[in-house]
């Protein structure tokens, strides 16, 4: 990462956890952009194919992201759905870019040797592998797995940072040295999250695995990272998890308990409507950013504040734990 890239990321982390603190208006430094909904792969554990597919189109994109940087966001993750089932995504990126932002895309690449060039632009890559072939088609579904390795292999080769995300299940929760060892044998990092439920975003039900053999993973990967294998992952987040009760509950409210969503990051949705976060899709009104300001039409209400959601818990140990997880949490994901 360029150096004008960490200072603006931790500019708008520092003036996002003071107003935090203070509990000012929101000054969110990051936000996830889903481009579409529209994806060619069933994962087992993803409802976004089956929402509304229609999206934005750049001009209003480039009003969107106008937004957002006015807002305080400097970093910025592009997801989906696929976002590679977007034949403009070269043009997103480079609004994105052009206005400033450090750009994270999320894609399955399982589209990458059709269109390599839509990805250029990103400062980071992240993927999907829920162990080896096997286990991970059986996560994904049938061509899940078709040339992702390639892409990776390829996307490393030309300096573009990769992290592999795996979502812990009955058909990972062995994975995990085979996982390392790749990643290891490639030059890519892996992050491990808890399958997550209840929410518009997800589908399926919680893994049958039990909790002591959940927590006993986290725990493992809590030493394999103090080793030093390639997991992105921050330590205070594998540590939290493993001390999570059930994973059956991916989220509750807890009223002692403060939420940092909507304050120091957000989700908008492929129509340009925002939420505190991904989970609370379909659980609180959205602010629509074409029209309103997020930091004065938001409510600041959550539906809930304590939850074992893999990315927004990073974000929310940078706000609860800034001395422990801000400096590895910012190397880790920038």
């Known amino acids: 990462m360029r150096l004008a890239d960490k200072l603006s990321i931790r500019y708008g982390y520092v003036t996002s956890l003071l107003a935090y603190m203070v509990d000012g208006p929101p000054r969110p430094f990051s936000a996830t952009f889903a481009v ?26 480039a009003v969107l992201f106008r937004r957002l940087r006015q807002m305080g966001v400097r970093r910025l993750g592009l997801a989906g759905g696929e976002p590679m089932m977007r034949p403009d995504l070269d043009d997103v990126l480079r609004l994105a870019k052009d206005l400033g932002f450090w750009v994270s895309l999320n894609s399955n690449l399982t589209l990458y040797d059709r269109h390599p060039g839509r990805l250029a632009r990103a400062d980071l890559v992240y993927t999907s592998l829920d162990g080896d072939p096997a286990a991970h088609v059986a996560a994904r579904g049938e061509g899940a797995h078709d040339g992702v390795l390639a892409a990776v292999t390829d996307l490393v080769r030309a300096g573009t940072p990769v992290i592999a995300i795996c979502v812990v299940t009955e058909h990972s929760v062995d994975q995990v ?17 808890p399958q997550c439920v209840d929410t518009d975003i997800v589908r399926g039900t919680p893994p049958p695995v039990a909790n002591e053999c959940l927590r006993a993973c986290w725990r493992a990967l809590a030493a394999a990272k103090a080793a030093g294998r390639p997991i992105a992952s921050s330590r205070p987040y594998l540590e939290y998890l493993a001390g999570w009760d059930d994973f059956a509950v991916s989220a509750y409210h807890d009223p002692a308990v403060r939420c940092p969503a909507g304050h120091g990051y957000l989700y908008v949705d492929p129509q340009g409507r925002a939420w505190a976060c991904a989970y609370t899709k379909g659980k609180m009104t959205p602010v629509d950013l074409l029209a309103h300001d997020w930091r004065t039409a938001w409510n600041r209400e959550t539906p809930c504040s304590v939850c074992s959601v893999g990315p927004m818990l990073e974000f929310n140990l940078l706000f609860r734990r800034p001395v422990a997880a801000a400096l590895e949490g910012l190397r880790a994901y920038g």
Not at 177 to 193: D, P, S
């Open 36 to 61: 579409t909904n529209r994806c060619n792969l069933r994962c087992g554990y993803c409802n976004c194919p089956f929402i509304d597919p229609a999206h934005l189109g750049l001009p209003r994109i």
């Open 177 to 193: 040295e085979f996982l390392l060892r790749q990643a290891e044998a490639i030059g890519f990092r892996m992050h491990f999250q």
